[in-house]
C-alpha cells in the first residue's frame, strides 16, 4: 500500500475550434458547426481528466504516454486514451475515489449532454456516475473560449490507493450507497 491514501490531480487542456471538426466532448458526439482541432479526436474533457489522474498518481501527462507525432494516436478515441490511464494507474496501486471537471465554452450549450457525458466517463473507467461530476460554463463572451475560437477543460481527480491484497479501494467500505 502506498504511504498516502489518497492524492490529489489537475488537470487542464484546451484546443481551437474549427469547421470541418466533429465536437466529441466527453465521449458523446455534439452536433455543431465547429469541432476541437487535435492530433486525437480533440476530447477537451477526457484530455484533462486523464492529466489529472496521472498527475495525480505521478505518472507524467497525457503526451507522454500518447504523443502526437505518433501516427497510432491520430483520431484515437480519448475515452479509450482515458481508460488506458486508467489501467495504467490501478497497475501502480490507484484507482479513481471521484472526479470533478468543469468545460468552459460559449457555444454550443451543452447542459442537455452532461449526463450522457458523466456516464460515457463512468463506462469508460468501469466506475458508478456517482463519482463523475461535469460542469459546463460559459466565459461571458471572454478570451477564446467566449469568442467562439476555442474550447477548455479543467479537472481535479481524487486518486485513492487500492488494498493490493484484494484490488479493493482502501477505503471501499467508507464509500458512499452506489458510489
Wanted: hydrophobic letters at 40%; a negative charge; aromatic letters at 4%.
Amino acid at each position: 500500500m502506498h504511504p498516502h491514501q489518497f492524492r490529489v490531480g489537475h488537470g487542464f487542456d484546451a484546443h481551437r475550434l474549427v469547421e470541418g471538426r466533429p465536437f466529441v466532448l466527453g465521449g458523446v458526439r455534439i452536433e455543431h458547426e465547429k469541432g476541437p482541432l487535435g492530433h486525437s479526436d480533440a476530447d477537451v474533457l477526457s484530455h484533462a481528466i486523464a492529466d489529472a489522474l496521472l498527475g495525480a498518481c505521478a505518472l507524467g501527462d497525457l503526451g507522454a504516454h500518447f504523443p502526437e507525432t505518433d501516427p497510432q494516436w491520430k483520431d484515437a478515441d480519448s475515452l479509450r486514451l482515458l481508460a488506458a490511464c486508467h489501467e495504467l494507474a490501478v497497475r501502480h496501486g490507484w484507482t479513481i475515489a471521484n472526479i470533478d471537471a468543469t468545460v468552459v465554452v460559449q457555444l454550443p450549450r451543452l447542459s442537455s449532454h452532461v449526463p450522457l457525458m458523466r456516464d460515457a466517463i463512468a463506462d469508460a473507467l468501469g466506475l458508478d456516475v456517482a463519482r463523475i461530476s461535469v460542469k459546463a460554463k460559459t466565459s461571458e463572451g471572454m478570451g477564446y473560449t467566449g469568442d467562439g475560437s476555442g474550447i477548455a477543460a479543467y479537472a481535479v481527480v481524487l486518486a485513492e490507493a487500492l488494498d493490493r491484497r484484494d484490488g479493493s479501494s482502501s477505503s471501499a467500505s467508507a464509500a458512499s450507497p452506489g458510489g
